[in-house]
């Protein structure tokens, strides 16, 4: 499928969202998306840009089910309109900050999706996206429960934080003696 994203009368591929390669081996760029602040269920505005892991950039992934093609929502993308799915749609609404952008790597939006090539590139350095973000958030959806499992789990880390890091790490050779 073809992700469109329009400007008025003209609308544009989403490649030209993707002017320059990223991650080829001679550069160490990534894409990522600055998701602007917003209120409640007012638009969600996206900044796309390059970074440099040379620089260690501070971003989030975002790990989600993409979900159904024929349900999608419009967000906007440097200005211009962009489809994406409802599941991801909801994620992004859910964990839009109120006052403060949040940068966000995201694959749907960070990876060139009609680049057979970079979608490759992109898989294989995937381990090195995760564990280079200062989080990961798991979107398992919008219902009551998914929320209810998120919030507790976000309590959880927040008074693991509070306690501080424990006195001795469990280890699998450890638990072997």
């Known amino acids: 499928m073809s992700i469109q994203f329009s400007e008025g009368r003209r609308s544009i591929e989403f490649e030209e969202m993707y002017l320059s390669e990223v991650d080829n081996p001679g550069r160490r760029e990534i894409r990522l998306v600055q998701l602007l602040p917003?209120?409640?269920?007012?638009?969600?505005?996206c900044k796309l840009f390059r970074a440099s892991r040379d620089e260690n950039p501070s971003y989030v992934v975002l790990s989600y089910t993409?979900?159904?093609?024929?349900?999608?929502?419009?967000?906007?993308?440097?200005?211009?309109?962009?489809?994406?799915?409802?599941n991801l749609y909801e994620a992004l609404l859910h964990i839009r900050n109120p006052n403060t952008p949040?940068?966000?790597?995201?694959?749907?939006?960070?990876?060139?999706?009609?680049?057979?090539?970079?979608?490759?590139?992109?898989?294989?350095?995937?381990?090195?996206?995760?564990?280079?973000?200062?989080?990961?958030?798991?979107?398992?959806?919008?219902?009551?429960?998914?929320?209810?499992?998120m919030d507790m789990l976000q309590k959880i880390?927040?008074?693991?934080?509070?306690?501080?890091?424990?006195?001795?790490?469990?280890?699998?050779?450890?638990?072997?003696?």
Request: hydrophobic residues 35%.
């Open 38 to 45: 917003g209120q409640d269920l007012q638009a969600i505005e």
């Open 66 to 86: 993409w979900g159904d093609w024929r349900q999608v929502e419009t967000i906007t993308v440097n200005g211009l309109e962009s489809l994406v799915t409802s």
């Open 102 to 149: 949040t940068t966000l790597w995201v694959d749907a939006l960070c990876i060139d999706q009609k680049n057979n090539d970079e979608r490759s590139w992109h898989v294989q350095q995937m381990p090195k996206t995760f564990g280079e973000a200062s989080e990961v958030y798991a979107w398992l959806g919008a219902s009551s429960d998914a929320k209810d499992a």
């Open 157 to 177: 880390g927040e008074l693991a934080s509070a306690l501080g890091p424990p006195e001795s790490t469990w280890s699998p050779e450890a638990s072997k003696q």
